[in-house]
């Protein structure tokens, strides 16, 4: 029995702690649970400490930097809450407890259905559209304010708004922001400043806001009646209700939520020292840019009037008319050295062509025969005896007559005797035709 013993692990007790916690807070995910707040503690660090009872059991509670959410609930020993959460343990005690997430009184699980189903059933019939939103003034002259009059949201409007912009109007509209009742009296201040519209008092953006609190306090906000009253408005409104975490239907109906009363009042108010310095500052730029035109077109009339065609116009004449004049000359020369370098192409081509051209073998002693109609003769067979031909030569032409057969002159009692004369004129009308001819003999082609 003493060796089993000694075998077996001795837990201390932080790792027991350790096991638990880790098996604990690994088999609960976060949960809702309800309870009587008891020993309840806000510590200075933001911290609060508290118990969960019911009228058999209880379990401590944490809520980590709750002080203000717990403050703003009014939180107090004896009041039925719920919390959301998950289990954990305490390793320096060994207790087990439950950190708290959110803590809401009992019953803001039914508030925030309702507050779930008119947000749906109202976007649904485009009061959140974006398109039906109307843009705020830049620098509106009158704000009309509807809010409690003994209010901190008032006070806080007030001082930022008047701090940026001095002399700027607001018109206050008391009304309830919390309580039953209180939706209808927002609701008449939205609609007051509609009704002022064309009188001398009317305003160019209206703010609905109060401060920050509960759900409950804010319930007003998420009322139907409120929300139709901000949608229907003519003139732009602002929302600015609670602090930044909280959204109510004001909100989204609106044509401008801001988280907090005085972000209300930094979105429409511009600083005046700032919109003067940026006037200033766009004076100055004018002014430069009117400075620096006026010298440059001083610039240029001064250099207008110091040229010479003002001065002395029929220099400027002579001016074009010397550029014309080396214009001509320029064109001429061109002229002149296009038709030398045709000429030189074209007698470069001549030689080509009379190198070509079989005319030019004749001047080596050579003849050209061709038969009564021009056709060139190439073939002995081809002829007959006593068949007249003709012999080009390089310079005028012969009449020649084709032999017998077997290369002998006919008898001189067939032939006529003695030479033919010659006729002057013809002859010097050959000699002359013969560097007229064309390059290939009358009836053939190129």
């Keep these: 029995m003493a060796e089993e013993n000694a075998s077996e692990k001795i837990w201390s007790v932080s790792e027991l702690n350790g096991v638990v916690r880790e098996v604990l807070e690994g088999s609960f995910s976060y949960f809702w649970v309800s309870g009587e707040v008891g020993n309840l503690t806000i510590h200075r660090s933001g911290h609060v400490y508290m118990t969960l009872k019911d009228g058999s059991s209880q379990i401590r509670a944490v809520f980590f930097s709750g002080a203000r959410t717990c403050l703003e609930m009014n939180l107090e020993e004896g009041m039925q809450v719920e919390a959301y959460g998950r289990l954990s343990v305490y390793m320096a005690r060994g207790e087990y407890q439950l950190a708290v997430r959110s803590l809401r009184s009992v019953g803001v699980g039914d508030l925030q259905k309702a507050f779930e189903e008119l947000k749906k059933r109202l976007a649904a019939e485009g009061l959140f559209d974006p398109a039906r939103k109307k843009a705020l003034p830049f620098l509106p002259a009158r704000i009309g304010l509807v809010t409690s009059s003994d209010g901190a949201a008032l006070h806080d409007f007030l001082k930022i708004s008047l701090n940026r912009f001095p002399s700027l109007a607001i018109r206050i509209y008391p009304a309830m922001v919390q309580g039953k009742g209180a939706e209808k009296t927002l609701a008449a201040g939205v609609e007051f400043f509609n009704s002022r519209i064309g009188h001398p008092d009317e305003v160019d953006v209206i703010v609905v806001t109060r401060g920050g609190g509960s759900l409950e306090d804010l319930w007003p906000f ?225």
Excluded at 341 to 362: D, F, I, M, N, W
């Design 222 to 446: 998420n009322e139907e009646v409120l929300a139709r009253a901000i949608a229907a408005s003519t003139i732009p409104v602002v929302s600015a209700v609670g602090h930044e975490i909280d959204f109510t239907i004001a909100d989204f109906a609106a044509d401008c939520r801001a988280p907090t009363p005085s972000g209300a009042a930094e979105l429409l108010v511009p600083e005046m020292a700032g919109l003067l310095e940026n006037i200033e500052n766009l004076r100055r730029r004018a002014l430069n840019a009117v400075t620096l035109l006026f010298q440059q077109s001083k610039s240029r009339l001064e250099s207008l009037l110091a040229s010479p065609a003002l001065e002395e116009p029929a220099y400027f004449v002579m001016e074009k008319r010397r550029y014309v004049d080396e214009l001509e000359k320029r064109a001429f020369q061109l002229l002149e050295r296009e038709a030398e370098q045709g000429a030189t192409r074209l007698e470069h081509e001549k030689e080509k062509l009379e190198a070509l051209s079989p005319y030019s073998v004749l001047k080596r002693g050579y003849a050209l025969l061709t038969d009564g109609k021009g056709h060139p003769v190439t073939s002995a067979e081809k002829t007959r005896p006593g068949e007249l031909l003709s012999a080009r030569l390089a310079q005028g032409t012969l009449s020649l007559q084709v032999l017998e057969g077997d290369g002998t002159l006919p008898p001189l009692s067939g032939r006529r005797s003695g030479k033919k004369a010659k006729d002057p004129e013809k002859e010097k009308k050959s000699e002359d035709s013969g560097d007229l001819l064309p390059l290939f003999p009358s009836g053939e082609e190129a």
